[in-house]
Nanobody, 124 residues
């Protein structure tokens, strides 16, 4: 399984970005895609996750109402729309894949495959 993240950049506070993660390889039929982020000097934290088959989602409290995770089955991509960005959203954002059952894990250890990070920088 290979994951390729893209879409990061520099944006002013209040602005928007859309991240995408292309998924390739043998994923199986039941898996979860997640987005995590890691700010400088901090631990990696869960941002959002989506069950690929059902489309059910889960979000960290810090991003609820501002970020939206979705998937494009035709393109085999998972998307993360970031709105109303704040300086504290600045981090390297990673997409990841977990071969789990009917849950959306919020801990990094449950995700087996990881893409490279894409940097999001929000200026004040």
């Amino acid at each position: 399984v290979q994951l390729q993240a893209s879409g990061g950049g520099l944006v002013q506070a209040g602005g928007s970005l859309r991240l995408s993660c292309a998924v390739s390889g043998r994923t199986g039929s039941s898996y979860t895609m997640g987005w995590f982020r890691q700010a400088l000097g901090k631990e990696r934290e869960f941002v959002a996750g989506i069950r690929w088959t059902s489309g059910s989602t889960n979000y960290a409290d810090a991003v609820k109402g501002r970020f939206t995770i979705s998937r494009d089955n035709a393109k085999n991509e998972v998307l993360l729309q970031l709105n109303s960005l704040k300086p504290e959203d600045t981090a390297n954002y990673y997409c990841a894949l977990a071969t789990t059952g009917n849950i959306i894990p919020a801990v990094a250890e449950r995700y087996r495959y990881w893409g490279q990070g894409t940097q999001v920088t929000v200026s004040s």
